[in-house]
Each structure stands twice: as C-alpha cells, then as structure tokens.
C-alpha cells in the first residue's frame, strides 16, 4: 500500500473559548511526532474532542495555530490528508461495507482505488462481508470498518475519538492489538482520545494526560513497549508501571484543578 511522507502535528499557543464562554483549551504548545500514536487521556469534558477538532480543521481555534507539515488543518483535510473515526462509526446504512469505503476516497476528490478498498477490507478482517450492509454487521465489525474507511484515503493524519467506546472488552482488546499495525506502515501520525488507561498504553506510543478543564498537559509519558503488544503485555510489570503513572497524572491533575478545589 503506497504511502504520503509522514506529517508531524505542531500546536502552537492552541487556545479555545466556545460561543457560550466555555473555555475548553488553555494555550497548548505540543509537537507530535510524524509517524507516532498519541493517545490523550483526560477527565470527561476536559477538552480531548476539542483539540481533536482543532486539529481536524472542524473548528477555528481563539488563538494560536495547528499546523500539519507546514500547512493548516483544513488545506490538509482538503487533500484529503486527515481522517477521523468516531465511537459511532456512522456508516451511510444503504451502502454496502464496499461502498461505505470507497466513499471516503470520492468525498476526498481522490480516483477510485477498488484494490486499496478490498486490501483495507482483508486487513481489518471484513473479508467475504464487501457487499454486506452496515444493519447485517456487528457493532465490533462496524467499528473496523470505519477504521479502513478513516485509513482509505491513505491518511497522513488519523485521529480517533473513542473509537472502542461503545464495544465489549474483548472486543476492545481485540482491536487494540489488531489495528495499531494497520496505521503504522503507512506513516501515520495518529491521535487517540481515550477514556480507558489501558487502552492508551496498549495502542499508543506517547500519553498526553490532560487536567479537568480547561485543558492542559499534567503529564507526558513514553510508551517504549515494542510492537505488535499481545494482550498478555497489560499483565507486564513496564506495561502497568506506565498504566499507574497514567492513573497517577491524572489523580494529581484533578487534585491540582482549581475549578474543582473551589467546589
Ligand atoms: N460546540 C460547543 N459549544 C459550547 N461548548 C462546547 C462545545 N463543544 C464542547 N463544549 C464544551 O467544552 C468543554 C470540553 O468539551 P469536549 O467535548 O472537548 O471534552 P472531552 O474531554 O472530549 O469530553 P468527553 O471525554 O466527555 O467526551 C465541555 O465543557 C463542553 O461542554
């Protein structure tokens, strides 16, 4: 599967207020490397989808800049550089899981790729369901599926909010093991809003554990466990030391939270 030279993801001074007042992102200064996963880790309402959006080019930042290889967000999404994969994978129902791919390579002007689809369905295990509708899948499959759509465009870019949120465990575990080595050969520079420690250090080589909100980084931690991680590493004595001070920054960032102490 060919492939577009890696792109690191600069935040410079990343600022943002909602409409109604609401800050969600203090100024963020952080570089992620080309080619890393980085998962982000933080109390529910921090502000993880926020800067997942900014990063996306879905929304304007207050101040600051995103900045993907040199170029903002929405010129990078228009090249069809930046992929997102949601907790509800949101597949059009009337598609067949074939069409529902190659969708995204037509929604991002890129020529139809009938190879690259039926590669990307193998890969994610979905090989013989190509002209299944999404009602006929389970969730675990849907939620695959819209893994190789996101990586159908060759993305340089792939951001995932919860995209386990809604399956089993085992399912969870599964796809923790199964699809880090899908988005790795490509290149691509990955961010994983997740809400389970475990899961972070399972998939991801870089922890970002971010305060109640607004947002801020409490702790930036390496994951340097080799890939491909079986599931037995989560009983390793390096993987849970990297799980406990995950757990740890995000404790002592709720304890540090000024909004929080006032209450
Ligand atoms: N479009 C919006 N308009 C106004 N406020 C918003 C908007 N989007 C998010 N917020 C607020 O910004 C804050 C951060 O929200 P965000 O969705 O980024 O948090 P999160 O860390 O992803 O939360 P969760 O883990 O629960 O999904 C919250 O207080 C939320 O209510």
Sequence with gaps: MPDRPPAPITCTGLAKTHDNGVIALEPLDVTFAPGQTTALVGPSGCGKSTLLRLVAGLDQP?????????????????????????QDPSLLPWLTLRRNIALAR??????ADPRLVDELIGLVGL?????????ALSG??????????????????????????????LTRR???????????????????VTHSVDEAVLLSDRILVLSPRPARVVADLPV???H?????????AAFRRIAAQALAALAQGVAD?????AQ
């Design 228 to 236: 491909p991680r079986p599931v037995q590493v989560t009983e390793s």
């Design 257 to 261: 939270s000024p909004a929080l102490a």
């Design 224 to 226: 340097p466990l080799p």
């Design 174 to 192: 599964q796809l923790a093991r199964d699809l880090p080595p899908l988005w790795q050969p490509l290149g691509t520079t990955t961010l994983l």
């Design 62 to 86: 207050s101040a600051g800049q995103v900045s993907i290889a040199g170029l903002p967000p929405a010129r990078q999404a228009a090249k069809g550089a930046i992929a997102m994969a949601f």
């Design 140 to 169: 675990g499959m849907r939620q695959r599926a819209a893994i190789a759509r996101a990586l159908a465009t060759r993305p340089q870019v792939l951001l995932l909010d919860e995209p386990f949120g809604a399956l089993d465990e």
């Design 127 to 135: 090989e013989g369901f190509q002209e299944t509708r999404p009602a």
């Design 106 to 111: 037509k929604l991002a002007r890129q020529p």
